[in-house]
T-cell receptor, first 109, second 112 residues
């Protein structure tokens, strides 16, 4: 299974943009890039996913490098409720999603 | 719409006692089902997954087992709990491998 590498933790200020990086140099051509987040004492929730093109939804944006070996989750205006662990995961047609340790995002008021 | 339920929400059990955690999904058919465990301050560890009734794949050796007696029911069991079984147990489902997974609220298990 292809692996991802994320920073252990990041800090942001409220109402500022946050860029959460993820490296996935061994990604295969059929792997989608998924992002989930886990709020304290809850199960993970889906944030966004993409294959090659950048993606936007109401929660976030996903910027995918042209060579697909890295991606960035963008929260346009961080709020205190965005404090969570963010997981970057690769998933293909036959691959189970493998969760790593993620990035713990702290948001300061 | 689909919903996923887990119970109990919290559980305190003595070492050596049995365990049964249940997960059910509503609003979909033939889902893939997953059991994860999360130790304090750690990421999620996939324990078992199932692609159909009676079909169980184990990801890590341990004293836990899983069963899928019905299409939308997934059960995690143990005959004798260990201290190391403490953790946050999450059930999840997806319509196909590699697609978005949807998680239940979790069961927090403390083994004393």
């Amino acid at each position: 299974d292809a692996k991802t590498t994320q920073p252990n933790s990041m800090e942001s200020n409220e109402e500022e943009p946050v860029h959460l990086p993820c490296n996935h140099s061994t990604i295969s051509g059929t792997d989608y890039i998924h992002w989930y987040r886990q709020l304290p004492s809850q199960g993970p929730e889906y944030v966004i996913h993409g294959l090659t093109s950048n993606v936007n939804n109401r929660m976030a944006s996903l910027a995918i490098a042209e060579d697909r070996k890295s991606s960035t989750l963008i929260l346009h205006r961080a709020t205190l409720r965005d404090a969570a662990v963010y997981y970057c995961i690769l998933g293909g047609a036959t691959n189970k999603l493998i969760f790593g340790t993620g990035t713990l995002l702290a948001v300061q008021p | 719409s689909q919903t996923i339920h887990q119970w109990p929400a919290t559980l305190v059990q003595p070492v050596g006692s049995p365990l049964s955690l249940e997960c059910t999904v509503e609003g979909t058919s033939n889902p893939n089902l997953y059991w994860y465990r999360q130790a304090a301050g750690r990421g999620l560890q996939l324990l078992f997954y199932s692609v159909g009734i009676g079909q169980i794949s184990s990801e890590v050796p341990q004293n836990l087992s899983a069963s899928r007696p019905q299409d939308r029911q997934f059960i995690l069991s143990s005959k004798k709990l260990l201290l190391s079984d403490s953790g946050f147990y999450l059930c999840a489902w997806d319509p196909r491998l590699g697609e978005t997974q949807y998680f239940g609220p979790g069961t927090r298990l403390l083994v004393l």
